[in-house]
């Protein structure tokens, strides 16, 4: 089964063209149930904006600026079994594959990284499995989800908000690293604030699941001065997606 995520007032809209679908409430968000191989109307598809979650989660809108809050709202329901949806070896592997590549690819010594999205704090124990040059760095994450941001510190991961992280104004951190996130709504809203407080010299490193928000991404980042790459690891990037790499001059 599949689950449509809508804002509660949308779902006349969306159940006089699906037809009758039973409706649950969650975190204020309406959650319809449909088979996985049920194909939704063209007329939904052209009346809402459909947009992949996670593997299973769509959220429609018909407004996109509501998407914002509905995908918070998706996010602080599911966080207590977020690691349970996901495929957790994968994600360990490619924060893994990402806190190496930040080694190779920085031209600074790494000494404190942003992990950018940090969901439940995987990457910490993505870090403690590493053997790094100096002893390991310290990790700070960010996330737009409070139930997100109070499981990572479960793990024993410090984490600041969006909120923040705006407000400050040194940069501290020689890399940030992003998993799984660029892909998703909202996703570049931190970005700048993120980049802001990088040293010069460090590095940004994220994958774009099937190639998603690669485009957004890097224009993102070059208007705000950067060198970015698209790093060739043929195998790599087919099991998570483009890899894009960009230095802070």
């Known amino acids: 089964m599949c689950s ?38 063209a007329a939904f598809l052209s ?22 809050v509905l995908y918070r709202s998706f996010f602080e329901w599911i966080a207590y079994r977020y ?33 950018y999205g940090c969901g439940t704090g995987l990457s910490m124990q993505a870090l403690r499995a590493l053997r790094w ?21 479960m793990r024993q991961l410090r984490t600041v908000s969006p909120e923040q992280l705006h407000v400050r104004r040194v940069p501290c951190f020689s890399a940030i690293v992003a998993s799984y996130v660029l892909h998703l709504p909202t996703a570049l809203s931190g970005v700048e604030d993120a980049w802001r407080l990088l040293i010069p010299g460090g590095v940004f490193i994220g994958n774009c699941h099937k190639g998603l928000g ?14 970015t790459r698209r790093l060739q690891d043929r195998r790599h990037s087919l099991a998570h997606g483009h890899l894009l790499v960009a230095w802070k001059p």
């Open 4 to 41: 449509l995520l809508l804002s509660r007032d949308e779902v006349p809209a969306a159940l006089s063209l699906l037809g009758p679908h039973r409706c649950a409430l969650h975190h204020g968000l309406a959650v319809l149930r449909i088979r996985t191989d049920q194909r939704l109307p």
């Open 47 to 68: 009346e809402f904006t459909v947009t992949r979650l996670l593997d299973r989660f769509y959220l429609c809108v018909r407004d996109v600026r509501r998407a914002p």
């Open 83 to 115: 690691d349970q949806l996901i495929e957790r070896s994968r994600n360990v592997g490619n924060i893994t594959f990402l806190l190496r590549q930040s080694i190779r690819c920085s031209r600074v010594e790494i000494s404190h990284i942003l992990d």
């Open 133 to 153: 040059p100096e002893g390991l760095p310290r990790l700070t994450g960010v996330d737009t989800c409070p139930q997100m941001r109070r499981r990572a510190r």
């Open 214 to 227: 690669f485009a957004e991404t890097r224009a993102l980042l070059r208007s705000l001065g950067a060198e």
